[in-house]
């Protein structure tokens, strides 16, 4: 296996992995729903799924921002 080179989107990529910095980027605290990549958040984002968490969302949003302020 060729090494790979400091300062690459590869080696960038297995540091912010390590670190867990890709968990927070494209994390979607409405449905606690972690992406993959921007494309994966955007996909997410015109799911059902999300679709029906916005629903809730806008028919009681004081339940959500008590989750949230909880986090
Ligand atoms: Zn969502």
């Given amino acids: ?4 080179e400091v ?3 590869k080696w960038l990529g297995n540091k912010m992995k ?3 910095l890709q968990k927070l980027r494209w994390y979607c605290q409405m449905c606690q729903k972690q992406c993959r990549d921007e494309n994966g ?4 984002r ?3 799924g999300h679709q029906r968490q916005m ?3 806008v028919q009681d949003p004081n339940r959500f921002m008590d989750e ?3 986090a």
């Fill in 46 to 48: 015109m799911s059902d």
């Fill in 55 to 57: 629903q809730l969302f």
């Fill in 1 to 4: 296996m060729p090494k790979q």
């Fill in 41 to 44: 958040f955007k996909c997410h």
């Fill in 18 to 20: 390590a670190k867990g």
């Fill in 7 to 9: 300062g690459s989107t």
């Fill in 68 to 70: 949230f302020s909880q």
